[in-house]
Each structure stands twice: as structure tokens, then as C-alpha cells.
């Protein structure tokens, strides 16, 4: 619909950029920028071709920029439920991709909370005071669904006095008050799995997904959905690593059979190690359950017809086997606030972490994946006093005490893994030629 064009012969002396007229096609819209301001006439361009957009949706009429300059930039007229719905369809994922599914319908939901008391109201005509009354009502959706629904109405108000494209329809944010986040979650408080209760849950679920378990607490902390996508193609047996490529998706609408989708985020596309310990787990696993084609799932569903297995499903049979386990307290997500927590324990740093789990924010990491170990803690509370109190009886003595305790530890952990390495010699000698190729050689 429109164009930006160089003129002048040699050296560009002027941007011209122009679009045809939506009040009559035979007529064009123009304007001209000098030669050093190229970016500033694309601007221009993307926000003329917003307002044509908003014209021919019959949201808003167009008018000509020269009128513009003589009228008030306000259109009195827009409804808070119009330039919501537009606001909604302009929403693009980081890298400007739509939206996904399952974002679209927890936006709607956030916007279900507020919507009612605006709708109705032209936008331009929303003041501090009639925010401030939304605010201090009732809200009986939960603490944590006022916090959303806030972030969003923020987010839109904002864009309607400082919009990407376009002319203002309020002169400032009228959402002043403060966005404070609920309580934290008791989740935050919970002690990370220990190896019998992940011996005991791992026990409890079917078989044909018990290796999800060990996949989330293991390796890469995989969230439900982006196990359910794993294809036998992202295990590489030879180098030790799983690619996390995609998650589960139910289409633009979040509705119909699960599909392979994009990654919640773009750094949730990642390659993680994988245990050597783990390695013959996962090729029983495939032997068992897997057809031998590279784009084949890993985890099949019974009775999709995509073959793509729901979180939902995965969700409900690790419900039951937590409860079976002892831990009834825990969620799939806790393999993964578990696998953060423990990598650092063992020596792993943040930034490690950070990539183990897919997140670029320090505070995420932290504040919601990584649990406090009291024993450890209270560890790491007495080696630092002996950096710097003075070094009394009592004091060594304890500090023996520990240093021993950790070398039967160490000694324990030696004993375990010598008798696995044992019982796997035993094991391969004895189905050496059932063992899958990349395993064997």
C-alpha cells in the first residue's frame, strides 16, 4: 500500500514516501524527508499504514495528515473494547511472531477481569480515578489473576498514551498504583526431591512414561511440554546430548489435537547433556515403546491422532504417582526446581544453570528455581566461620565430624557407582547383540 522512493540523481537529496488515499484511490498521500532521515520516513510509513488499517476495520476514520495538524490527535469516539480487540491482534512474540496459542488465551482471561467495568468507555476519556475504582474493588478471581489482569491493563494503557504507531488517545498513563505480586507460592518453600522419593515417583508411573521423570530431573530440568515433544531425532545417543526444539501448541486458537509448537521462549531452544548413567534408560526405552523413524515421538500418545502426547495426560498420571511416592506436595515442575537447585549444589554455576533451564533473566532463576537445602546451607554457614573465628576445640572437633561425614559420602557414592558399573558389564555382556548400534559400539 505504500512505497519509499530515493530522489535525485547520484547522491540521494530526499525521501518521498507515499500510499494511495483511502477516501479516494485515485489520489495519493505523500511526504518528503531529507536525505538523512530514511529511518524516520519508514516510521512515518508504518504508522500511516497502522491508521489505514484502523480506517478500513471501521474503527477509526482516516483523515488526512494535514488535518491532523489542525484537529485533536483524541478520537473521543473509540471504545475501550474496540481498541482493546485491536491491541490484542497487533501482540507479537519476541522476534515478532504471532502469538502462541496458549498466551492468547491467558491474555484473554487477564482482560476478562477488567473488560466489564471499561467497556463502554470511550479510551480517551479513562482517568486515574476510574482505574483507582477498578483497583480497589472486590476481586474475587485470586490474588494472582488481579496481579495479570493488572500487568495487562498497565501494558494497554500505556500503549494508548505512548503508542508504537499512531497518535495518542490519552495524554499519560492513567494507571498510576502500584503493581505488587501476591504472596510467593509455599512451591518456592518446597526441599528439592531427594533420590528415594525420584526412585519411588520414577516407580509409581506408567511405564511407558517413567523416563520423563528421570528426563526432568536430569537433564535439561524439561518442562511437560517440551517432553511431549521430544522426537527420537532430538536424542543424540553418539555425543551424549538432547536438543529441546519445540513444546506442545493446540493451534492459533489453543484449540483442536496437540502439535509440535515453537519453544515458550527462544532461549528454551537449547542443547543439554545427558548423563552417561542415563544413556541405557533412554535406548530401553526407545527399544520398548518407539518406532525406529527419526521424527518418531519418544513419548507416543495412545489415542491422538497427532501422535503428540498432552502435558495434560502427563500431568495427571505424575499427580497419581506423587501421591504413591510420598510427595504429594510436588509438581512436574519441581523436577525442574529440583535439577536448578541441585546442578548449583554440585558445583554448576548460574550461568549454567541459566542455560540448563533456557532463561536469560539472573532474577528468574534465582527467585523461582532455586530451593534452599537447610543441611547444606548450615554447611556452608560453618566452613565460612572457620575463615574467620578463632579456631577452638569444639570448633575442629566439628569440623572433623563434617569432613568425615563427607568422605563416607564420597566413599558410599564410590560403592554405588563401582556395583552399577559392575551389574552394567554383567548386563551388556549378557545382551551385547540386543543393544541398539550407537550403544554398543
Given at each position: 500500500m505504500s512505497s519509499l522512493k530515493k530522489v535525485g540523481s547520484g547522491r540521494v537529496t530526499v525521501w518521498l514516501g507515499g500510499y494511495p488515499n483511502p477516501l479516494d484511490h485515485g489520489r495519493r498521500v505523500g511526504r518528503q524527508f531529507g536525505p538523512e532521515y530514511r529511518t524516520e520516513a519508514?516510521?512515518?510509513?508504518?504508522q500511516e499504514h497502522y491508521l489505514v488499517v484502523l480506517h478500513k476495520k471501521g474503527i477509526r476514520d482516516w483523515q488526512h495528515p494535514r488535518e491532523r495538524n489542525t484537529k485533536p490527535a483524541e478520537d473521543k469516539g473509540i471504545l475501550f473494547e474496540d481498541y482493546l480487540r485491536e491491541w490484542l491482534s497487533h501482540r507479537k512474540r519476541n522476534g515478532n511472531s504471532d502469538l502462541r496459542g496458549s498466551t492468547k488465551r491467558n491474555l484473554k482471561a487477564d482482560i476478562s477481569h477488567f473488560l466489564p467495568y471499561f467497556k463502554g468507555k470511550p479510551v480517551a476519556g479513562i482517568t486515574t480515578a476510574e482505574v483507582r475504582a477498578w483497583y480497589e474493588a472486590d476481586h474475587s478471581?485470586?490474588?494472582?489473576?488481579?496481579?495479570?489482569?493488572?500487568?495487562?491493563?498497565?501494558?494497554?494503557?500505556?500503549?494508548?498514551?505512548?503508542?508504537?504507531?499512531?497518535?495518542?488517545?490519552?495524554?499519560?498513563?492513567?494507571?498510576?498504583?502500584?503493581?505488587?505480586?501476591?504472596?510467593?507460592?509455599?512451591?518456592?518453600?518446597q526441599e528439592p526431591i531427594t533420590r528415594e522419593q525420584a526412585g519411588r515417583l520414577a516407580r509409581a508411573m506408567p511405564a511407558r512414561?517413567?523416563?520423563?521423570?528421570?528426563?526432568?530431573?536430569?537433564?535439561?530440568?524439561?518442562?511437560t511440554g517440551e517432553v511431549c515433544t521430544l522426537q527420537i531425532r532430538d536424542i543424540d545417543l553418539d555425543h551424549r546430548l538432547l536438543h529441546a526444539r519445540h513444546s506442545v501448541c493446540r493451534g492459533p486458537d489453543d484449540v483442536g489435537p496437540c502439535r509440535l509448537g515453537s519453544t515458550k521462549t527462544l532461549p528454551s531452544m537449547r542443547i543439554v547433556p545427558i548423563p552417561s548413567g542415563h544413556i541405557q534408560a533412554i535406548c530401553d526405552h526407545i527399544d520398548r515403546y518407539c518406532v525406529d523413524e527419526p521424527e518418531a515421538m519418544l513419548f507416543p500418545a495412545v489415542r491422538s491422532t497427532s501422535g503428540v502426547m498432552s502435558p495434560t495426560t502427563l500431568g495427571q498420571q505424575s499427580r497419581k504417582a506423587r501421591v504413591k511416592a510420598g510427595r504429594p506436595d510436588i509438581t512436574f515442575?519441581?523436577?525442574?526446581?529440583?535439577?536448578?537447585t541441585m546442578l548449583m549444589i554440585e558445583g554448576g554455576t548460574l550461568r549454567e544453570a541459566m542455560d540448563e533451564l533456557g532463561h536469560t533473566s539472573e532474577k528468574i532463576a534465582v527467585r523461582h528455581y532455586q530451593r534452599i537445602v537447610p543441611k547444606h546451607r548450615i554447611q556452608v554457614v560453618e566452613n565460612l566461620s572457620y575463615a574467620y573465628l578463632p579456631v577452638s576445640d569444639t570448633s575442629l572437633t566439628s569440623q572433623i565430624e563434617q569432613l568425615r561425614e563427607q568422605r563416607d559420602?564420597?566413599?558410599?557414592?564410590?560403592?554405588?557407582?563401582?556395583?552399577?558399573?559392575?551389574?552394567q558389564r554383567e548386563e551388556a555382556i549378557k545382551t551385547r547383540g540386543r543393544l541398539p548400534r550407537t550403544l554398543a559400539t
Open positions: 519508514h516510521a512515518w510509513l508504518e478471581e485470586g490474588p494472582w489473576a488481579f496481579y495479570g489482569a493488572c500487568q495487562v491493563l498497565h501494558s494497554v494503557l500505556q500503549e494508548a498514551s505512548n503508542p508504537t504507531y499512531g497518535p495518542p488517545l490519552l495524554d499519560s498513563n492513567p494507571f498510576v498504583l502500584p503493581i505488587r505480586e501476591p504472596a510467593p507460592s509455599k512451591r518456592r518453600e512414561t517413567r523416563l520423563s521423570i528421570w528426563l526432568g530431573l536430569l537433564v535439561g530440568g524439561l518442562r515442575h519441581s523436577l525442574r526446581a529440583t535439577h536448578a559420602r564420597l566413599d558410599q557414592k564410590i560403592l554405588e557407582l563401582e556395583q552399577i558399573q559392575t551389574m
